[in-house]
């Protein structure tokens, strides 16, 4: 095997753009479910956490973790989950403690307050569910295709991760 077959070849410039458009749709995917979540906690008067908050307490669930956890598990999206954290604790959706064992590290969990807006946005998403697929908008091999893509690229870029360091 010669040296040149090891060399990856440029893409053709139709799967360059195709790639590059499911990169745009997944960061506006994320930032819509954001706008959703805002929307829902704007509704119902729950203004004291933020949609990213929000999905932190939901990502978490009955867990119990430390924010390096939250970041290696890929439970949290975005910069300043201890900023999140404190103010989650501050606020009383989240307990906190120091680890027994290693000091530094700090355990969280929810606490009932942030159990119940787990549990909210819990029924959001599950009444979502309820909507594409009664209305046929997304049918289950669709989202388990969906799924396995994402799976793919995800353990792709692991992949790229560990190669550069």
């Known amino acids: 095997m010669s040296h040149h077959s090891m060399i990856p070849r440029p893409a053709k410039a139709d799967y360059v753009s195709g790639y590059k458009e499911v990169l745009a749709l997944l960061e506006r995917l994320h930032r819509l479910l954001l706008d959703v979540l805002k929307d829902e906690f704007e509704r119902t008067g729950t203004l ?13 669930g009955d867990h119990e973790v430390t924010a390096g956890e939250l ?13 999140n954290l404190k103010k989650l ?17 700090v355990r969280v969990r929810l606490t009932a307050k942030g159990q119940e ?20 908008i997304i049918d289950r091999s669709a989202l388990e295709d969906v799924n396995v893509l994402f799976r793919r690229l995800e353990r792709f870029w692991s992949e790229q991760i560990r190669y550069i360091y």
């Open 48 to 60: 004291e956490v933020n949609p990213v908050q929000a999905l932190l307490l939901f990502n978490v």
């Open 71 to 83: 970041k290696s598990r890929g439970y949290y999206q975005g910069s300043n989950v201890s900023y």
């Open 89 to 105: 604790v501050d606020c009383g959706y989240m307990h906190h403690q120091r680890c027994e064992i290693d000091r530094r590290a």
């Open 117 to 136: 807006v787990r549990c909210r946005v819990e029924d959001l998403l599950v009444a979502q569910a309820g909507t594409l697929e009664g209305r046929g």
